[in-house]
Structure formats: C-alpha cells, structure tokens
C-alpha cells in the first residue's frame, strides 16, 4: 500500500506533527483449497477392456451383478487383467462342450478337473449351452464352493441373480461380476451351475475332464443337498470363470 502526503504552507511551520496511519482491516481467511477426485474407472482393468456401450452398463450395475458382454471382451480380459487364471474348464473343453442332456435333474454340477485356485477373486464367468426348439427358462446359477475335497460341499451362489440367456443353437454366454471384494477361498476349490431339469439338460458338456453332481432338494438356487454326491470321471461341462490374485477393478 502507498500513501502519498502533499504539505502546503506559506510561512514557516515549527510545530511539530504526528501523521497517524491505520493499517487496513485484516481480511477473513479463505480456504480455497480444492480437493480433486479422480473417476474410479479410470484404472478399473475390466472397464478397460469394455467397449463403450458395456462400460455404462457397467458403471450402472449394482455390486454382484453379473453383466453379459462379448467372446472378445472376454478374451481382452484376460490379457488385461493382470495375473488371471481359469477356472472350471480350460478354453478347449469349454469350446468343445457341445454333447447336452448329459443330467435332466435339479442339481448342482461342479467341474472338478480344472479347479478354480486359491486365494484368487472370480472377476468373470462364461457358459456353453444349446438353445434348442424348446427356449431355456434361464434358471441356472453360477457356484462356487469352498473345498475341493469329495464329497463337495460349502457352494454359494456368484451374481445377485438367474442368468438371462437367449440364442440360437450352440452359444458360449460370458459375464463379467461386478464388484467382487473378497476371495473365493483359501484352498482350490470347484466351479459350478444350478439349474433345474429342464436347463441342466441344456449344459454343452464334453467327454473328458471328471464333475460332481450334487443333487438338489427341489428349490432353486440349490443351496442344500440331502443326497450323496455322484462322481463321473469323463466328462467336463461348458463352464468357465476367470481369477486374479489382485483387485483391479472397482468395489
């Protein structure tokens, strides 16, 4: 601040003078300090791998929700997600399950060939069904269970609901799960599907590989069993899922 003091006078002044300067009023703090949020997407590895119209389906779904995308998408996750790993069936047996009717009962049937390892987190699921003359009812639900011993059991349903599929003739389904936030387990464990009769007899299988079949008690999701489970050594169904050690994605 500058002050400038002009003095006029026509005869000699020898009076002494005091100039008193107040200081300006003090101006209230203002905290302008601005705190910035990057949008959480930004580095979420399976939006990434999303086209455009899947990634505001995505960002719109709810935790656990499983959203259908494409074969493609489904392979750029699995190069885009760091540290993946399958589960359930290896990619040739899961594109070659196209025998059906291999079960027309309520069950819960686990591939037991190709486990799903542990402490991993299942950040994506696929199925191979075949959509015949008579169209699927889409009661069938992805498992998982806790244990890879016999007889198998601890199953908990992945993705808040039924899957919803339509097709004609043989179709591989794939899915992304949003949200996952913790673990599947800490040992190897199994992959599996519900369904009743009628969408069990749907599943694409192949003869090689070794599943489970745990018989349900007549309601679906299946989450109970009150029979022993069957054990067939030849045979892999259409299920897949894919694993990280490592959260890449938003919870």
């Known amino acids: 601040m500058s002050v400038q003091i002009t003095f006029n006078r026509t005869g000699p002044d020898t009076e002494e003078k005091q100039i008193i300067f107040s200081p300006e009023p003090s101006l209230p703090t203002v905290n ?3 705190t910035l949020t990057g949008d959480p997407y930004a580095t979420d ?20 929700s ?5 074969q493609t998408e489904y392979e750029t996750l699995q190069t885009k997600v760091a540290s993946t790993v399958i589960g359930g069936s290896t990619t040739t047996r899961f594109n070659s399950a196209t025998n059906s009717t291999l079960v027309n009962q309520d069950c819960i049937i686990a591939n037991t060939t190709t486990v799903i390892p542990a402490n991993t987190y299942i950040y994506a699921l696929a199925i ?6 008579s169209p699927l009812n889409n009661n069938l639900y992805f498992y998982a269970n806790t244990t890879s011993t016999i007889p198998a059991s601890g199953f908990v349903q992945l993705g808040s609901s039924q899957l919803s599929l ?3 003739g043989w179709t591989k389904h794939y899915f992304v799960l949003k949200g996952k936030s913790s673990i599947n387990s800490s040992t190897s464990s199994y992959l599996a599907i519900s369904g009743s009769g009628i969408n069990t007899a749907y599943l694409g299988y192949t003869t090689s590989g070794s ?5 349900g008690a007549g309601t679906l999701p299946i989450t109970t069993s009150t029979t022993t489970n069957q054990v067939f050594s030849t045979y892999t169904i259409g299920i897949q899922c894919l694993t990280s050690t490592s959260i890449q994605w938003v919870i």
């Open 211 to 215: 599943i489970v079949i745990r018989q």
């Open 128 to 133: 191979h069904v075949v959509h015949g003359p």
């Open 32 to 34: 302008n300090s601005i």
């Open 166 to 168: 339509t097709g004609s």
């Open 45 to 64: 590895k399976i939006y990434q791998s999303l086209t455009t119209a899947n990634q505001t389906t995505y960002r719109d779904a709810a935790t656990n």
């Open 66 to 70: 499983l959203i259908e995308i494409s």
